[in-house]
């Protein structure tokens, strides 16, 4: 697959290609490093990475038979 980046400013290219260069590998696995610690870093995991079962929420949403909660305005 391959990804077009447009209106990158030269600065910050010729920035990337520094690190690259001292890292020894190409642009494209730099950026491509860069972009996999930002969603690492950033995305939430699913419920199932967490560790629930796939149709938890489906079996535990609404099983509260308790009385409604009513909150008055203060």
């Known amino acids: 697959m391959n ?3 447009n209106n990158i400013e030269p600065v910050l290219i010729n ?4 690190i690259a260069k001292i890292k020894g590998i190409s642009l494209g696995e730099e950026i491509k490093l860069i972009v996999e610690d930002y969603i690492n870093k950033n995305i939430t995991k699913t419920p199932e ?3 629930w079962s796939e149709d938890f929420f489906d079996k535990t949403a ?3 038979a308790d009385e409604p909660i009513i909150i008055d305005d203060i």
Request: charged fraction near 25%.
């Open 49 to 51: 990475e967490l560790g």
């Open 15 to 18: 920035k990337l290609e520094i």
């Open 62 to 64: 609404g099983i509260c």
């Open 3 to 5: 990804i077009v980046l």
